[in-house]
């Protein structure tokens, strides 16, 4: 406990997606409005920090949402100055916060205490050691390891690198469970047995992360204008939003696109967006979907989102595409009673950036925010490429590698103007996003062509120690030694 209103608590991460937890616990905090605060030599990338809150309703708020956390606990003790000064600060703390701390120690409270390590790994007795150097615990109540009525956790940080793991552990700490993460909602709708997917659809985890940096809330109207399969409105609609989804693609909105499970060959009649939603309880929250095409707005001026969570199409797996426009009609072209199946062009990445923002900028409500992929090849890292628009402040830029030379960032955008002089206030150097695709192609096979030639000179060095040893390549293509070699030996 520290002076003040405010507590010291250790919010426990899983060892996932690293990038992205500062932009997520922020984006909480600001959902929940509660005031937190780090200390001085705060390391975001340590799978725990220590922080301080108001209280456990704080943090159970917190953790209520957090696709991140693992759990919250409060802080009871912590060194980095070994076992022993760890002990003599468990015991100081006991002994000066005794009548706050009674309650948990009362006959009438079973309890259980978690071992947990990082970068080092304990079998289960050094675990149960662990535990029987804290027999000092006041703990009068009996241990019941299933449902326990105060849980401890007894934590070792052995470093980050795994290559070079320290004598000591650089930090023990220790203090009594408050709240889980929400991390069960993963698998809850996960892709395994979700109903309708496509080829793209998005991660669980992934998705419920930018559902977070959205700021979703119960009652909101949440978009996504390049929807596919839908898997960030089943995101957005688990914490209560209505969604309504757009996308080019007729085949895909009608659930009549090529099946993508291993095996299936037909998708089932009844496979939808629609359907997704029904299955985990959100049918009442689904709006509509609607075959559209992003570069021509088809909603009216007045029409205003709580938020926008997107994941625009690269061009990689998924085509970029838009309506062609054509000035004027062929000769050949068929009778205007005939059906007609319109063609499409490519929708340039700069342009679809443009068209994204300023929609935002335009049907956002202030305040409102814009969450959507981009992506990079890792050398321009460096570069300053992200788009930018004078309406809309970037809020967080998370990355998520995808191979050795690509990723794709998660940029969030806050509206921050509603004034409409600004509305087409639309930056990005088009210099290095523009030929995305080809530059991404380009790169792929000079990697594919490095590591061949790294493999060739592998096998040159294999042949030439195979050589110098005595061996010689036989007409089966194998390196034996030869008769007089094997005579020698």
Request: proline residues 5%.
């Amino acid at each position: 406990m520290t002076g003040g209103s405010m507590k010291k608590y250790v919010l426990w991460f899983a060892q996932e997606h690293v990038d992205f937890r500062q932009a997520e616990i922020a984006s909480l905090l600001r959902l929940w409005n509660i005031p937190m605060s780090t200390p001085a030599n705060h390391n975001p990338e340590r799978p725990f920090w220590v922080v301080e809150m108001q209280n456990d309703e704080a943090a159970r708020k917190l953790a209520s949402r957090s696709m991140s956390l693992r759990c919250i606990f409060e802080l009871w003790a912590q060194s980095g100055q070994g076992l022993a000064h760890f002990h003599e600060t468990l015991r100081a703390h006991i002994e000066t916060h005794r009548p706050a701390l009674a309650p948990y120690f009362g006959a009438n409270n079973s309890f259980k205490v978690t071992v947990e390590t990082f970068n080092k790994h304990f079998s289960l007795k050094e675990k149960v050691a662990k535990i029987e150097t804290m027999q000092y615990l006041p703990a009068e109540g009996p241990v019941n390891l299933q449902t326990p009525d105060v849980h401890y956790w007894y934590v070792e940080f052995w470093g980050l690198d795994p290559m070079n793991v320290p004598e000591r552990p650089h930090d023990v700490l220790f203090g009594r469970w408050v709240a889980d993460g929400k991390r069960d909602m993963i698998n809850e709708i996960s892709l395994k047995n979700r109903k309708f997917i496509g080829n793209t659809s998005m991660d669980p985890q992934l998705s419920l992360l930018m559902a977070n940096q959205g700021l979703v809330r119960g009652g909101d109207l949440v978009l996504d204008p390049f929807a596919g399969s839908g898997s960030l409105l089943v995101a957005a609609a688990k914490f209560g939003a209505y969604v309504i989804g757009a996308d080019i693609d007729y085949m895909i909105v009608h659930g009549k696109s090529k099946p993508t499970r291993v095996n299936q060959k037909v998708r089932a009649e009844d496979e939808s967006i629609y359907a997704n939603l029904q299955q985990y309880g959100c049918g009442g929250l689904f709006v509509d979907v609607l075959i559209a095409d992003f570069s021509r707005s088809i909603w009216a001026g007045g029409m205003v989102f709580d938020s926008i969570i997107t994941d625009p199409p690269y061009g990689i797996r998924e085509a970029t595409e838009r309506i062609e426009f054509k000035t004027q009609r062929r000769a050949t072209a068929m009778t205007e009673d005939a059906v007609h199946y319109p063609s499409t062009s490519p929708y340039q990445l700069c342009q679809m950036y443009q068209d994204l923002l300023q929609f935002s900028a335009r049907h956002l409500k202030l305040g409102g925010r814009l969450v959507c992929w981009f992506p990079m090849l890792r050398k321009d890292l460096d570069a300053d490429v992200l788009p930018r628009h004078k309406c809309l402040q970037l809020v967080a830029n998370s990355e998520q590698p995808l191979s050795g030379y690509s990723s794709r960032r998660l940029l969030t955008y806050e509206k921050i103007s509603d004034n409409e002089s600004d509305f087409d206030a639309f930056e990005m150097p088009d210099t290095v996003v523009e030929n995305f695709r080809e530059r991404y192609f380009t790169q792929l096979a000079e990697d594919n062509g490095t590591r061949k030639e790294r493999r060739q000179a592998l096998r040159e060095v294999g042949r030439t120690e195979a050589k110098r040893r005595g061996k010689r390549q036989q007409p089966d293509g194998k390196w034996r030694y030869t008769q007089d070699v094997l005579e020698a030996k």
